[in-house]
Nanobody, 118 residues
Framework: QVQLVESGGGLVQAGGSLKLSCAAR????????MGWYRQPPGSQRELVAA???????DYADFARGRFTISRDNAKNTVYLQMNSLKPEDTAVYYCNALIHTGVPARYWGQGTQVTVSS
């Protein structure tokens, strides 16, 4: 059984920073793309950033220049460094990964709340 375990959310003032972590645990033979999504209150889930197994990255327009995605393949962990946070960044942030356990499948974390106060 594979799990994505997230940590690092919380309450921060506008202009502050947070770093999210997501560790994949279980019988894993390989991980392809890892990414972060978010779901603001009353809105649909949207992509924040993604990173390939060779560190190619992709960012949503709102994240580019403020957020940085990275990964540690030895630890099966992906990170999201968020700087210059704005109140509109308030959302539940979800980790997502394409994981190979014999059969490739997409997995989601449980979500971590990020709240940015003005």
């Amino acid at each position: 059984q594979v799990q994505l375990v997230e940590s690092g959310g919380g309450l921060v003032q506008a202009g502050g920073s947070l770093k999210l972590s997501c560790a994949a645990r279980g019988s894993i033979s390989g991980i392809n793309i890892m990414g972060w999504y978010r779901q603001p209150p009353g809105s649909q889930r949207e992509l924040v950033a993604a990173i390939s197994s060779v560190d190619d990255t992709d960012y949503a327009d709102f994240a580019r220049g403020r957020f940085t995605i990275s990964r540690d393949n030895a630890k099966n962990t992906v990170y999201l460094q968020m700087n210059s946070l704005k109140p509109e960044d308030t959302a539940v942030y979800y980790c997502n990964a394409l994981i190979h356990t014999g059969v490739p499948a997409r997995y989601w974390g449980q979500g971590t709340q990020v709240t940015v106060s003005s």
